[in-house]
């Protein structure tokens, strides 16, 4: 009689991950919680939210009758994803810490734990998404070290899994995982993936988890909680004084801190005026902020981006984008938005220009595009570079957000090789 198949279910406190442990235990998998404390945080009652979510997740395992494990990554997340953050965004990008945490954190120094040092034969997490494999497909699959160099051989990795989108079109979270290795995808479970948040909360409620079934769902970027964003940054980046300049006239309309605070597309609180403006372009060179009068003011809205090297999660790069140099797909830059038709081209170091089907409101550099086909997510790219709005081209201005590194083509004359 063959053994019971290990999986060990990251537990994070939520009811998610609860509910993602219940079902594998209910399938006869053997399951360990493993709960990860990556940042030290404390709320506004002086309180560590990670003992207090570390605790939940514990009185899940033990609900469930599952052995608990607590594993510390707080130096992996500084060195990998913290440092990041704030290097992106003293570079005045818009990183996003959640994408990045997934890769490093929790599909790198999670999957190595569970495998190496727990013996899993999978790991299995609470959000919602789905691959293309069975469960037992799952546990056949061997370790793949991913090769080296700019491509993988497209014979070293046969069968490659694809990452797709949940049942629950609201609640999928493919975006987070638009960065996540070929080879600890190929390992791991999303039990939720069929599943709507309703419905797992019917189960939470059904299973003794009310702890976790009344917790407020996290939002946001974990490290920052509910303090204020700009006193947060000011905590480790020196204000960099600058101007608000009205993108219309040039005018001066105020002063900020340092351009690093801002992302495209948000409103700029500045005193003294009474209606809202919004950022549109960054000069670093100044440390200037441009500013436009209302929320769709044709400044705000790009047609055209360059990423950096796309990380593409099943084929590297897709055989149509090889083939033609050019393939459609949809794309997104923030979670839940709507998704928007474009059309890749190839470039030679692996980095894609986008082209949106129609100009698409606050585009920002540092933010990841992540690329769809049908219900299948290709995978992301960082934005570095964005090409000029109409209104700037109309007014024959050179838009000055989109310096980045190492490129020295202009991003309004379409495509590079």
């Avoid at 053997?30 to 997740?57: P, Y």
Wanted: glycine share 8%.
């Amino acid at each position: 009689m063959q053994a019971a198949r290990h999986v060990v279910c990251a537990v994070s406190g939520g009811v998610d991950s609860a509910v993602a442990a219940l079902l594998l235990r209910r399938r006869g998998y053997q399951v360990t919680g493993v709960f990860m404390k990556n940042w030290d945080s404390l709320d506004e009652h002086g309180i560590c939210t990670a003992d207090r979510d570390c605790e939940d997740a514990y009185r899940v395992c033990r609900i469930l009758d599952i052995p608990f494990r607590q594993v510390s990554y707080v130096k992996e997340y500084w060195n990998d994803v913290f440092s990041d953050f704030l290097n992106e965004y003293e570079k005045g990008r818009t990183p996003n810490p959640d994408i990045v945490c997934n890769k490093h954190i929790k599909f790198r120094c999670f999957f190595n734990y569970a495998v190496d040092n727990l013996g899993a034969d999978a790991v299995a997490t609470g959000h919602y998404a789905r691959t293309s494999l069975e469960d037992e497909e799952v546990f056949q699959q061997k370790h793949i070290k991913r090769p080296e160099g700019l491509f993988r051989n497209r014979f070293e990795v046969r069968n490659a899994v694809k990452l797709l989108q949940a049942a629950d079109s609201f609640k999928d979270q493919t975006f987070f995982l638009s960065q996540v290795p070929q080879e600890a995808l190929r390992r791991t479970l999303f039990p939720l993936g069929e599943l709507t948040k309703d419905f797992v909360k019917k189960i939470a409620a059904e299973n003794r988890l009310h702890h976790v079934l009344q917790k407020k769902e996290s939002m946001g970027i974990c490290f920052i909680g509910k303090r204020n964003f700009e006193n947060f940054i000011l905590e480790y980046l020196q204000p960099r004084p600058g101007r608000f300049i009205s993108i219309e006239d040039n005018k001066v309309l105020g002063t900020h801190k340092g351009w690093f605070l801002y992302t495209l597309g948000q409103r700029a609180n500045i005193g003294g005026l009474r209606e809202p403006w919004y950022v549109v372009e960054k000069d670093g060179a100044k440390g200037d902020v441009l500013v436009a009068p209302r929320t769709d003011h044709p400044a705000l809205y790009r047609d055209l981006l360059r990423t950096g090297r796309v990380h593409w999660i099943a084929e590297e790069p897709p055989a149509a984008l090889v083939r033609d140099k050019m393939m459609e797909c949809h794309f997104r830059f923030r979670h839940q938005m709507a998704l928007v038709p474009c059309v890749l081209t190839l470039n030679q170091d692996g980095t894609v220009w986008v082209t949106a089907v129609k100009a698409v409101r606050a585009l920002a550099p540092g933010q990841f595009a992540v690329f769809y086909k049908g219900d299948e997510c290709l995978g992301s790219g960082k934005i570095l570079r964005l090409g000029p709005s109409a209104y700037t081209l109309q007014k024959g201005q050179r838009t000055s957000s989109v310096a980045t590194e190492g490129s020295s083509d202009s991003p309004g004359l379409g495509p590079a090789s």
